[in-house]
């Protein structure tokens, strides 16, 4: 099946290549970008960041971000969201299935915010999307890379005791800010305890995530939440700290057996991109940690620990994913492979 | 005036050393440590880490961490907790004013855990502790690092609007660990959620050291606190997330005047290690950040900002100190140096 | 065929058994380390740094490093040099096939230094050894991590143009220390110009290695080195500047053809851990880079670029190459894979 | 003393301004850059990066770089090379005496490139330059940041044994490439073998500052040079690794006293930037570090370790510097003080 990469020569755009290389189902066969590279061999209009440019990628033209350049029916967006809104929708309007890393539409009433394991279920709102907005295809996104690992850690308990209340304090990898990004004068040995509108996403995207569909509406989920977040002098992987009260109280044990258990929705288990287990749970006290554990089950599991009484609320506990991974790029591919296996993808 | 360093050769044994070169009052008269050192020239005894070994120090001969062996009336200690508990007593019982750096006293209800602006009138526990333990010295303590920096930045608030519920994620330097401590291959690119026994000490130093003295007794101050303790790859500075809510919720505007005003004890202005302000508010959205803004006022300012709305509790903020600094050897200095001007030194 | 670790518990012991995982020849039967640990469970015996214990090897129970203890014939020794000297030759005196990362017996006469691609006709001296020592097995060494990765470089070229003099300067990894090893107070955001015994041991291991076999010793090559050595706040990857003197003057052309070209000794192809090419050359003008190239291979391809002409000697260049796994445990199992493959594994 | 910034606004700009705050002689009274800042109030118009902007400077109103909107006839140019060559060309023509640090004229015949306790000697330049060019001002140049370290470690080496041949290898801090420069993905874990046209810079500058002067031009002096340029994850403080080959081979103890000893130009002493000595030499094997020996003489000494025979020419050594003082501001600064003290500013 023949994917296109809208903004394809940007970090996550390049990481969706890097996730695509030998997938069995998709094959790049259309990268898009601005007018400035477009008309250009991809592997002279990108500068290849990280592990080797696939070399049938390589010798591809690069386009520009138009329905009539690009013919493939499913589109990976990783533009950036002073051109998202406007682009995807045209996709969509055009009939693609965008599968969308940006912000813009993830607080859409009609527009699926989706972690496969936790929600699939919201990829229903696609049927009143099209409706309302005429649309032929349709846009699905997945959410903030920081809110991904913090909404997979809650999703379980949040089912069996409900969350009623939760603090959280991030320390956010570097590769979350693209490239360049984060000046080197800014992070070795430091911390910023600031990252630009991330935790109102935080807050918000969580509650739709966890929230319940109903008649072709998501109720967003009613727990409140408070966040702090920070960069730290990480590559990769996103460590989020969480103190959570619920409806109902859990023993550590109870709680414990919930997060080993897990397994999300079963129509994903299987898929190319799902890990074998969305969650890992740590027994030992010093884990999980961004550059031993982010590319547990290829970059796709998340991992828990340091589950403990919290003395204000019930609980706290670690999580840990990778952030360019799970939170942005192999999200979206897992979104478009449950899509295409559920028969939703739309594209024949 | 003459003063020790008990545990001299190990890295906040150096910290007191650096900081006491060219103290107005205090001289670098001995050094103590274990049997293995005793007798060397202190600059062959230690693996001197940062910046220049004082030449007058570097002479000296390493004692045995015996009272018999130093004669100082003041003795900052720097030692271990594995010996701490026994050789501080001794010394105390010797006549010895001592200043400990250690946990093993921090929490015996006649013991002093001070940090000069926030509640220097708990020194007056030093009569009950001479009282009862027939000391003729006695020990005065100061908190662990993180607990420092959450409890100057916290005091004015608790002053003035009564904390109830304190949430804090700290994230703390290496030097934190002592030498040589954290191994580079644990924290580089790295982010380790767990220190050994920190969180149990920053909830229950916290409520000590801004509890009220009532007839020779510290009564804790009655807030909860719950704690996530974080080592990140920072080499001076610990920067603490925290929530806080209140008896009297403050508007941003009162709790960011309270802060900005805020001076702690006048007995403490102008010792010679007390800084021109106890507290830094910062306005801009991105600091403190412990590279730019551990080392203000000569590393004993804590920086304060991020003030924000919590969507749980009252006020969000953050705050940071340098670890070995105000959080270690500077705070005991300021001790000493709050205890002399008051005559309370019980030195002659 | 069953493969025993001697040091099984350190950092070095534990990359064995990582990279051993799955191989298709060799098992890891048997782990031996201290008298401390013998008794105990693997798992319990060792603070695994990286990575999933593999749970074969998790509930195997620690021997001592004895020979009557361990019956493997293969025995890859992870052991430090103040017992690797005594406890390699009882195994070796036992029978055993030794591959050791040892410095102690790399510049014995009798002993091979090998890299497999490089030198794999030095095996030959262990009919030397054998003869000598009166062993029934033997010892087998790879060489000093920086020194692999620079030896590799100049293999080629030596061999093409005759190398004279040489000049290098190292940065390494904190890995190359194992672990604990360097602590982070001094390698965060710091160089260490210095690293003990390192350029001695690059001088003349380089020579040892670059030799010919002559009537059953090895004649060193007659090139002089000057190493420079520095530790750099790097995880992974050795990273080498050269400059070199050749005895007839290559064009950069005929150097990057010969780097190009190079694939080393033909009987190492095809073995399980060689990798498609032991050398990489890059035309780009700022790689290779050690976080970026250091897995390139799986961590067993050593990395080559900017080539360009010296101002002093003829060529100038930089190799980086993964300093435990190419330089250290990776070389080790390639050194066996070598004489099982090559019928000098000496064990039925 | 009245003096000026132009390009006050970037990094380099805000180091002078950082170095000029309390200085005895100079004071900022104008500050200039882009057209885009002027008008503005300079704190508006830059990002501080490090620690705080002084307060008689925030308010100064930014200009334009033209020399009838700045009066000061001091004029330090942090300007990038892209605008240098013609501002500082216009502000030496309108009577100025500009301190500049970028690359343009450094090379120029009749432009001394200085460092004043090495080649004060070459200031003598200005009067050729002002007679040729007609300028009633002048430019007076210091040299790329790490080519300064390596010419003062070898200035008096090379003046007491005649330097023939130089290999050099360095490690540049990111600091080097200004703000943002270096992205924290390109350099956390890394070392980037390359810094953009930094090698041919080292070589000919080195040359040029350690030449002679005759008849109003600077003989280069004639040894050769080989350069290997490395970026590190290091903040501040650029190390080079020095092997050199003499006219006259020295011993080592002959060589360490010339280190030792070296106080460089006497006109320079009890300026008020000039360091109590200009090199630092260190005995311990493990020194010069940039973390810990960067501001040593408050950043303007350049520490000197590791001198040792080298096996190809005759020694080596380590030399290490703070990049942006002693490499850039800083040594701009002194070069003004010398103008002044020596009557050579040609400004009343």
Known sequence: MRVAILGATGAVGQTFIRLLAGHPWFRVAEVAASERSAGKRY??????????????????????CDPRAV????????????VAGEVEGTFAAAGRLVLSNAKNYRMEPD???VIPEVNAAHLALLDTQRARRGWAGGIVTNANCAAT????????????????????????????????????LDILGNVIPYIGD??????????????????????????AVSAHANRVAVENGHTVCLSV????????EEAAQVLRGWRGASAVRGLPSAPDRPLHFFESDDRPQPRRDALRGRGMTVSVGRLRVDPLFHLKFVAMGHNTIR??????????????????????
């Open 43 to 64: 592997a002279d209009a990108t500068r290849w960041i990280e592990g080797d440019l696939p070399a049938d990628v390589a010798g591809l033209t690069v386009t520009t």
């Open 71 to 82: 013919s493939s029916p499913i589109v990976f967006s990783a533009l950036d969201s002073e």
């Open 111 to 113: 527009v699926p915010l």
């Open 149 to 184: 690992m913090a909404a997979m850690a809650l999703a379980p308990l949040h089912e069996a005791f409900g969350a009623r209340r939760v603090f959280l304090a991030t320390m956010q990898a570097v590769s979350g800010a693209g490239y360049p990004g984060v000046p080197s």
């Open 198 to 223: 991330e935790e109102p996403k935080l807050e918000r995207e969580m509650q739709k995530m966890l929230g319940r569909l109903n008649e072709g509406a998501v109720v967003p989920a009613s727990f």
């Open 245 to 252: 009260e619920f409806d109902r109280a859990p023993s550590l």
């Open 327 to 348: 939170g942005a790029a192999g999200g979206s591919i897992l979104n478009a492979e449950l899509l295409v296996a559920t028969g939703r993808a739309g594209v024949a």
